[in-house]
C-alpha cells in the first residue's frame, strides 16, 4: 500500500529519543540512488553456472552477492544489515528489470513517480557489460512468448483491460515467512535440515531428481548467510577498534557480538533475536524483488525474547523500545527500482511491508501484549512510509490498544490500517483453512488476510471492471481505440431492461478474466522455472519438507489474488443508467452514448445531471449500494472457478493501490459523468466527491458488499479533516467508526487526513470535493458551500497543524 | 395519521451535539432572529431557494424551466426574485444543484427509517439523533411524535433548543427526550432583545422550570461584541447556579462558517468584520462555571 511520508505526531514528538530522530532524519534526507553492485554480481554468477539447474544457479548467484556485496554500518543505527552499497539505494535485478532498465534507462532521474539518481559510470557499465548478457533472459520476455497469442495480445494492449506488469517486471514477493522458525534455529539447524532431507532421499525414485537440486540450493544459500553474517560481525569489531566515540564503540562491539552468534545460531534473548529478524527479513529483498513481503504477526512472534529478555534484566524497556525504533526505520530502507509503469501502480517505492499487531490468538483469545503497545510507540516516533502498519481489531482487544491505534491513525498518516479479525478468518474459513491457521492470519502487502506458511501471489494483477463497463456498452469494442477487444455482447439500443446490460457486462468481465487467469498461469511457469526462490522457500516449513521451491507449489497456501479496479464508476454508471434510461426514460440509451462517444464534448448538462442526480454509491442507497454489490458479486464468481499452478485457487480482491489512476488512463467516458482517462473510484470506496452523507454513510454502503467473499480483500480508505481529527470527539468518533463499520461486515478501513493543499484545490475546483464535511456542533455545511474567507481561514489552521 | 414537519438537513457523524456519534436532523423555521446564526436558511419556516454561484455552469436550465420569469442569468450568476420565481421548477431543472431548495416537509414515518441508518454507529459510540434547527419546538407536536417514537425504539435523544416557546407546546414538544442541549444567549433581557429580536423571559423561565425535571447542557455561545464579557458569563454562572443546575456547561464560540450561505440565499450576513473569541478568553470563562464545579466544555 502506498502511504505519504508524513511527519510525526506532535503530541508523540517529545518522547523521541535523539537517536530515533537522527536515523528517521537521515532515511528522509537520502536522494535515493540506483546500485549496481546486485546486478553486476548477480549477472557474474550466472555467466559461471550456465549447465546447472537453474536452482542451483539462482543460490550460487545470491551466494555471490553476499560473499561481495559492499557492506556497511549507519553510525549509531543499531541494528546491522544493508540491502545495497548505500543507505536506501535501489539494487537491481536484472532477472526481471532487464528490458526496462535498457528501455527506461534515461526516466529514472526525470520521472515524476520514484525518481532516482543514475551516476554516469554506472548507467555505462550497466548498458555495456550487464545488459546484454540478459538478452532474451529477462523474465518478461520469456514469460510473454510462452503465452497464448490472444492472452498475449489482451495482456499487452495500449489500452489496458488489466495489468499483469508486477509479475512480469518483478518477482512474487508476498510471502508470509514462518520467522519464528528461523530466529528460534538459526541457519546452521536449518542448514542440517536440508542435509538431513537430502541424505535420506531416494534418488531412484523419479520424482526426487530436482529436490536433490532443492536441498543443495538451501545448503549454499545457508552457508553465504552464515558468512555473510561473519562479515557484519568483523566490520563492526573493526569499526569499534578505532572508534573513538566511547558509546558507540561500546554498541559496536554489542553489534559485533551479536552478529557473530546469529543468524547462523539460535537466538538467545532479544537483541539476537532482533538482529536474526532483520537479517532474515532483509535477504528476502536481496534474492527477490517482489513486493509485499511481509514481516507477519511480529508482537506475536518476538514476544517471547522480550519477555524472557526482561524477566532476565538482559534489556530495559526503553533499550527494547529504542531498539525496536531502530528496526523500525530500516523497514523503510528497503528500496525498489520500479519500472516508469510501476511506479504508477505502486507509487511512493511502496515495498508493502505489513506488520501485523494485535488480533486473537490461534485459540481465539486476545493476543495484544506488552510489544504490541511498543510498537505502536514505535511507530508515533518515527514518521517513514514502511513498515506498513496493520492492526487487528476484534471485540475482546484491550480499548487502551485500540485506542492508541486511532490516535495514530488520526494524525493522517494512512496507518495503521484496521482489518476485522471476524470477517477475515471466516472468509479463510471458507477457503478450507483450518481454524486455528485462520486466526492466526496476518497481512500480505495491502489488505489480503493470508495464513501463515503461504505463498499468497495476492497481488497478481489489476484489472479494469470500468472498462468491462465500456465493453459492455460499446458491443465489445474499446471506445479510445475502436479495437474489438472483448466479445460482441449486442447493441446496447436494443438493451430493455437493466438485466440486458447486467448480462452483457458479466459476459465481459467472463472474458476478461479468462484471459487474465490464461495469462497469470503462463507467468506462474515462468517464474517456476525461471526464477525459483529457494531463500523464500527455507523460510517456509513446508517448502522444506516437500523439497519443492516456492514459486512451485512449496508452500502451505497457495493463493493467486486479482484485483477488480473501478468499482464505484460502474456502480454510479449503472445507476445512473438504470434511473435515467430505465426507470424515469428521461434520458435515451442512444443520447447517453453519443455523449460517452464524445466524451460529452456538447453534452455538460448532461453531465452534470449524470454527477448530480443520480444515486451514487457510498451515500447508504440502496438503489445503487445493490447494484455495487451485484459487481462484486459478478467478479467474484468469475475469478474463484480457477486454480492456479501451484495446486492452489483464485481469490478476488477488490483495491486498487494507486492503480485507479493508471487504469483509468485506459477507460473511455462513463455514466457516471466521469470523463475520458479521468482516474477510476479508489478501493471499494466512492467516487471521489461523490459520497455527501458523511461517513457513517460511506461504510455502510461499503458494508453492504459481500467482503468474506471478496477472500483477497477490500480496501476503504476514508477521508477527514485535521479540524476533526485534531479534537477529541473527532477521535473518538474515528474509533467508533472502524468498530461499526466492522460490527456492520467490513474488513479493511484506512484513514487519510485531507491537508491544505487538497482544501486549496477545493476552493478552484468545488465540483471535485463536494464531499469534505465541516462539523461544528449545531451547524451543518460543506467545506465548498463556505465563503472563500471562511475557507482561507480553515486552510491556515489546517497549515499551522500540518506542518 | 403521523405528524409532518419542515426539515431542512438530516445531518450523520455529528460529534459535537450530544454524546456519541449522533445523527442530527435540522428543524426549519426559528422564532429568534440573531445575527450571528450559522444556519440562516433555518430561520424561515417555509421552504426556500439557495443558489451556490460556485457550482453554477450558467446553463440556462433554470430559466428555461420557468419561461424566464423572475430569473435571469447575468455575469454575476443567475438572478432571480425569490417572491416570483417558481422555486421547485427551476431547482429541479438545475442539473448541478447549485439551485437547491432548503426545506422538505417529511412525516415523522419517513424520517425514522433515515434516523434508524445509523443505529450501529450509536450503539457503538453511546450516540443518537439530535433534534436541531432552527427552534425543533416551533413544530412541538412533529417533535413531540418522533421522540416518542425513538424513545420506544431505545434510542438516546436529544433537543437543541433556544427555549423559546411558551411553557405548555415547548415542554410537550421536549419531554420524551434524554437530554435537552439549552442555549442561553444573553441574560439581560434587553441585550437579548437587542440582537435576536425578543427578550428572554420566556426562556428563562422555561429553563428554571426544566432544571429540575430533566438532563441539561447549557449551551452559551459566545459572540463578539454583544455577549463576549466577563459581566455578561458572571451573571450567566450565577443564573445557572440559581437554577440548581448541576449539568454540564458548553462554550460555543462565535464564527462565520454560516456566511457563504447568507450569499446563497441573497442575504447580507451583518458580522463579517468579527474575530472569534481567543483561546484565553474562553478559559477564563469556562473557569468561571468550573470553580462552580460545574463541568465545561469549550467546543
Redesign the interface.
Known amino acids: 500500500m502506498a502511504i505519504d511520508v508524513r511527519l510525526t505526531d506532535p503530541e508523540a514528538a517529545k518522547d523521541v529519543i535523539w537517536r530515533t530522530r537522527k536515523l528517521n532524519e537521515e532515511v528522509l534526507a537520502v536522494n535515493p540512488e540506483i546500485c549496481i553492485e546486485r546486478a553486476r554480481l548477480i549477472t557474474e554468477s550466472y555467466r559461471e553456472t550456465e549447465t546447472e539447474p537453474m536452482i542451483i544457479r539462482r543460490a550460487k548467484a545470491l551466494a555471490n552477492v553476499l560473499e561481495k556485496m559492499t557492506i556497511f554500518i549507519q553510525k549509531d543505527q543499531l541494528i546491522a544489515g544493508v540491502q545495497a552499497s548505500k543507505l536506501r539505494s535501489a539494487p537491481l535485478f536484472p532477472e526481471t528489470e532487464a528490458n526496462y532498465l535498457e528501455k527506461e534507462i534515461d526516466l529514472f532521474e526525470k520521472r515524476e513517480q520514484d525518481r532516482l539518481i543514475i551516476p554516469p559510470n554506472i548507467r555505462i557499465e550497466l548498458l555495456d557489460e550487464v545488459l546484454p548478457y540478459w538478452k532474451g533472459k529477462c523474465l518478461d520476455e520469456i514469460a510473454l512468448a510462452s503465452m497464448p497469442e490472444k492472452t498475449r495480445e489482451i495482456a499487452m494492449l495500449d489500452e489496458q483491460i488489466f495489468s499483469v506488469g508486477i509479475h512480469l517486471s518483478g518477482s512474487i514477493g508476498h510471502i508470509i515467512a514462518d520467522y519464528d522458525r528461523v530466529i528460534a534455529k538459526g541457519y546452521l539447524e536449518i542448514r542440517s535440515e536440508a542435509e538431513d532431507y537430502l541424505r535420506n532421499l531416494n534418488l531412484s525414485d523419479p520424482d526426487n531428481t530436482s529436490k536433490l537440486h532443492f536441498y543443495k540450493s538451501i545448503i549454499i544459500i545457508c552457508d553465504a548467510i552464515i558468512r555473510w553474517g561473519k562479515r557484519y560481525s568483523v566490520l563492526a569489531r573493526e569499526l569499534a577498534a578505532s572508534e573513538p566515540d566511547a558509546r558507540w564503540k561500546a554498541e559496536l562491539e554489542i553489534m559485533a557480538d551479536i552478529c557473530e552468534r546469529v543468524p547462523a545460531l539460535p537466538a538467545r534473548n532479544f537483541r539476537e533475536a532482533v538482529q536474526a529478524f532483520w537479517f532474515s527479513h532483509l535477504l528476502c529483498f536481496i534474492e527477490q524483488n517482489g513486493l509485499a513481503v511481509s514481516v507477519g504477526r511480529f508482537d506475536q512472534f518476538m514476544f517471547p525474547y522480550y519477555r524472557q529478555s526482561i524477566a532476565e534484566d538482559e534489556i530495559t524497556k526503553d533499550e527494547a523500545q529504542e531498539l525496536l525504533e531502530c528496526l523500525w526505520i530500516k523497514f523503510t530502507e528497503i528500496m525498489r527500482a520500479y519500472d516508469f509503469e510501476g511506479a504508477k501502480y505502486y507509487a511512493g517505492f511502496s515495498i508493502s511491508e505489513n506488520l501485523v499487531l494485535g488480533g486473537v490468538d490461534s485459540q481465539g483469545r486476545d493476543a495484544t501484549n506488552e510489544l504490541s503497545f511498543m510498537c505502536l510507540d514505535a511507530e508515533s516516533h518515527t514518521s517513514l512510509s514502511q513498515p506498513n502498519l496493520s492492526v487487528r481489531v476484534h471485540n475482546n482487544m484491550p480499548e487502551d490498544f485500540f485506542r492508541k491505534a486511532v490516535r495514530i491513525a488520526a494524525t493522517g498518516r494512512t496507518k495503521p490500517e484496521f482489518f476485522n479479525d471476524t470477517v477475515a478468518i471466516q472468509s479463510l474459513l471458507s477457503l478450507g483453512v483450518p481454524l486455528k491457521e485462520a486466526r492466526d492470519y496476518s497481512i500480505s502487502g495491502c489488505v489480503e488476510a493470508v495464513p501463515p506458511h503461504t505463498n499468497g501471489m495476492t497481488n497478481a494483477s489489476m484489472s479494469n471492471i470500468a472498462k468491462a463497463l465500456e465493453l459492455a456498452l460499446n458491443n465489445g469494442v474499446c471506445r479510445l481505440s475502436g479495437k474489438q477487444i472483448g466479445p460482441k455482447t449486442g447493441d446496447p439500443k436494443s438493451f430493455t431492461c437493466m438485466e440486458d446490460l447486467l448480462y452483457a457486462f458479466k459476459t465481459q468481465v467472463a472474458s476478461y478474466v479468462k484471459e487474465m487467469v490464461t495469462a497469470l498461469q503462463f507467468i506462474e511457469k515462468a517464474h517456476a522455472q525461471y526464477y525459483p526462490l529457494p531463500y523464500f522457500s527455507l523460510l517456509l516449513d513446508d517448502c522444506l519438507e516437500l523439497g519443492l521451491d516456492f514459486t512451485q507449489g512449496g508452500a502451505r497456501y497457495n493463493y493467486t489474488g486479482p484485483q477488480a479496479v473501478g468499482l464505484s464508476d460502474v456502480a454510479d454508471s449503472l445507476a445512473a443508467i438504470s434511473k435515467f434510461v430505465f426507470d424515469e426514460k428521461s434520458v435515451s440509451m442512444d443520447f447517453l452514448l453519443n455523449a460517452l462517444d464524445n466524451d460529452f464534448e456538447g453534452a455538460e448538462e448532461l453531465r452534470q445531471q449524470l454527477v448530480n442526480k443520480a444515486p451514487k454509491y457510498g451515500n447508504d442507497d440502496d438503489y445503487v449500494d445493490e447494484l455495487a454489490s451485484k459487481v462484486v458479486l459478478i467478479y467474484c464468481e468469475e475469478v474463484q472457478q480457477y486454480k492456479n499452478t501451484r495446486g492452489g485457487v483464485y481469490r478476488p480482491g477488490v483495491y486498487s493501490v494507486s492503480a485507479n489512476v493508471p487504469l483509468g488512463l485506459h477507460v473511455g467516458a462513463l455514466p457516471n459523468g466521469r470523463k475520458s482517462r479521468a482516474a477510476l473510484g479508489d478501493g471499494v470506496g466512492p467516487v471521489q466527491a461523490c459520497d455527501i452523507m458523511g461517513p457513517t454513510a460511506v461504510t455502510r454502503s461499503v458494508a453492504k458488499l459481500n467482503h468474506e467473499l471478496v477472500t483477497n480483500g477490500t480496501l476503504l480508505n476514508q477521508k477527514f479533516s485535521r479540524d476533526l481529527m485534531s479534537t477529541e470527539e473527532g477521535k473518538q468518533g474515528l474509533g467508533n467508526l472502524i468498530r461499526s463499520y466492522f460490527d456492520l461486515g467490513g474488513w479493511h478501513i484506512q484513514f487519510n487526513v485531507v491537508d491544505a493543499e487538497v482544501l486549496r484545490d477545493a476552493q478552484k475546483k468545488p465540483q471535485d470535493h463536494k464531499d469534505l464535511i465541516i462539523r461544528v456542533a449545531g451547524y451543518s455545511a460543506f467545506f465548498v458551500e463556505l465563503d472563500s474567507k471562511v475557507q482561507d481561514d480553515i486552510i491556515n489552521r489546517t497549515e499551522q497543524t500540518d506542518f | 395519521m403521523t405528524q409532518s414537519g419542515i426539515i431542512f ?1 438530516t ?7 450530544g454524546p ?2 449522533r445523527t ?1 436532523l ?1 428543524l426549519k423555521g426559528c422564532p429568534l432572529d440573531c445575527l450571528w446564526c ?2 440562516p436558511e433555518s430561520k424561515n419556516p417555509d421552504m426556500e431557494l439557495m443558489y ?1 454561484r ?2 453554477c ?1 450558467l ?1 440556462g ?1 433554470c430559466v428555461k424551466s420557468c419561461e424566464g420569469l423572475g430569473i435571469s442569468i447575468t455575469e454575476d450568476g443567475v438572478l432571480f426574485d425569490r417572491n416570483i420565481v417558481d422555486i421547485r421548477k427551476c431547482a429541479k431543472a438545475c ?3 447549485a439551485l437547491e431548495i432548503v426545506g422538505q416537509k417529511k412525516s415523522v414515518d419517513e424520517i425514522i427509517p433515515v434516523l434508524l ?2 443505529v ?2 450509536f ?3 453511546g ?1 443518537g439523533v439530535t433534534l ?1 434547527g432552527g427552534e425543533p419546538t416551533m413544530q412541538a407536536a412533529f417533535c413531540r411524535e418522533l421522540l416518542l417514537r425513538l424513545k420506544a425504539l431505545g434510542i438516546h435523544s436529544a433537543v ?1 433548543t433556544c427555549g423559546h416557546r411558551t411553557w405548555e407546546p415547548f415542554h410537550r414538544a421536549v419531554e420524551a427526550a434524554n437530554l435537552i ?1 439549552f442555549d442561553l444567549k444573553h441574560i439581560n433581557p434587553e441585550k437579548h432583545s437587542s440582537a435576536v429580536g425578543v427578550d428572554n423571559e420566556v426562556i428563562i423561565y422555561n429553563f428554571m422550570k426544566l432544571v429540575p425535571e430533566k438532563k441539561i447542557i447549557v ?1 452559551l455561545p459566545v459572540i463578539p461584541g454583544y455577549n463576549a464579557t466577563d459581566e455578561h458569563f458572571r451573571a450567566a454562572a450565577a443564573l445557572v447556579l440559581n437554577s440548581g443546575f448541576k449539568g454540564e456547561v ?1 462554550l ?1 464560540p462565535y ?7 447568507y ?2 440565499l441573497q442575504q447580507v ?1 451583518q458580522m463579517e468584520d468579527t474575530e472569534p473569541p481567543t483561546e484565553k478568553q474562553l478559559k477564563a470563562w469556562a473557569y468561571l462555571f468550573e470553580s462552580e464545579g460545574l463541568v465545561t466544555k469549550i ?1
Open positions: 438537513n445531518q450523520r457523524f455529528s460529534l459535537h451535539d456519541g456519534t442530527v435540522f450559522s444556519n451556490y460556485s457550482k455552469i446553463c436550465q442539473p448541478t444543484g441508518r445509523d450501529p454507529y450503539r457503538r459510540s450516540g436541531s437543541e442541549l449551551r458548553h460555543l464564527h462565520s462558517y454560516g456566511s457563504g450561505k450569499k446563497a450576513y467546543h
